[in-house]
């Protein structure tokens, strides 16, 4: 009974946490990468610092700590639930364990002629021999499957062990980023400008309007002199433009609200201090504070549309500039998380959060649009 002990010792030694794990669920995986991600993300910050275009390096940079924070979050996440899971079972299966421990131990303490010997002669032993043939694998099974969670049951905690430190330089990283975001743009002095366009105008029609609709419409009749420059016409774009935030959608166009306000225009949930970017390269028309809505920044993309973007803590840009697609055009309120509080929050396992809102609005022609015609939409 070689295999019996064997079975048992390695059982008994998962069990005490030893050896490498062989099991490595997604969740792990996923946490692997994502760290991988911020060290990546680390590096390129250091490098964003002198390029030639900061702006757009830290743009990036400060994108790339966001999703590698997400992967982060999720992935404890996963392994979170993977850990419970785990534990269910072996709560529901502790009777099933503790024979099969059992049984093992007596297979460890028992001599091979002992266990073959019966009582009934040279045919009993012949049959218990058979017996024992046949129930061993099945005990093998068991053991090694017993082993394989044992071993990611170790290696779930080895990961949210290890997570503390990389968390803590990934959140000091993308806050040093977006510090520095801002300084690059504040120095900016390259950025197109269309002349036509008249901030004092602008900003007098935005003290004088009472809706954002009204804003919008006395911005849309303002003549301009030339369209941002765009390899695609903005109509021909329906259905490929990213969000300008990452994030999912709370509510829909024209959709009610909880206090019953109908808005034609979307809400989307993101993370506190994510970055806000242009969708597509358009003129800004404006650039400022404008009634409840917080910062506003209002783009052309092509004669005859306005793209509304409102909520934001800071906004990038002044009115007249051209901007490019993908280009950082403000930040989201809210605090960074400190470090224990986002291992709380991504180890609860229910992905309950502190969110703040980002409202956009598309029109065309002066009237209000879906915008999820446009948008690739993640929905709630």
């Known amino acids: 009974m070689r295999a019996g002990r064997g079975i048992f010792a390695a ?34 910050l250091a490098k964003a610092q002198s390029a030639k275009d900061r702006v757009k390096a830290l743009s990036e940079t400060v994108r790339a700590y966001e999703a590698g924070l997400s992967a982060m979050r999720d992935g404890l996440r996963g392994a979170t639930i993977r850990e419970r899971v785990i534990r269910l079972e072996f709560e529901n299966r502790r009777d099933q364990l503790s024979r099969l421990l059992g049984i093992l131990q007596t297979l460890e303490r028992a001599s091979t002629p002992m266990l073959l010997i019966h009582p009934t002669g040279p045919v009993g032993t012949a049959r218990s021999g058979m017996m024992m043939s046949e129930v061993t694998p099945a005990l093998q099974r068991q053991a090694e499957e017993l082993r394989a969670q044992l071993e990611e049951l170790q290696e779930l905690r080895t990961l949210q062990t290890n997570a503390e430190e990389k968390l803590r330089l990934g959140l000091a990283g993308v806050q040093e980023a977006r510090v520095a975001l801002s300084q690059a743009i504040s120095d900016r002095t390259d950025l197109p400008t269309r002349m036509s366009d008249d901030p004092i105008k602008t900003q007098i029609l935005a003290d004088s309007a009472t809706s954002l609709e009204l804003f919008a419409q006395s911005i849309g009749v303002l003549p301009p002199e030339t369209d941002a420059a765009a390899t695609i016409p903005f109509d021909r774009m329906r259905g490929t433009l990213r969000l300008p935030v990452e994030g999912t959608q709370l509510r829909g166009f024209n959709e009610v609200d909880a206090a019953g306000l109908k808005r034609p225009g979307l809400v989307i949930a993101a993370r506190p201090l994510a970055l806000v970017t242009a969708p597509v390269a358009a003129t800004i028309r404006y650039s400022g504070t404008f009634l409840d809505y917080g910062n506003v920044i209002i783009l052309e993309p092509q004669s005859g549309y306005l793209l509304v973007i409102a909520g934001m803590e800071q906004v990038y840009g002044e009115t007249g500039q051209i901007v490019d697609q993908g280009a950082p055009v403000g930040l989201l309120g809210g605090s960074q998380a400190a470090t224990q509080e986002f291992l709380v929050e991504a180890s609860d396992g229910t992905g309950a959060t502190a969110q703040e809102t980002l409202y956009m609005e598309l029109r065309h022609n002066g009237k209000p649009v879906d915008p999820s015609v446009w948008f690739a939409i993640n929905d709630r």
């Open 11 to 44: 059982v008994f030694a998962a069990m005490l946490g030893c050896g490498a794990a062989l099991a490595q669920g997604d969740p792990v995986m996923k946490a692997q990468l994502a760290s991988e991600a911020l060290s990546a993300a680390t590096e390129d």
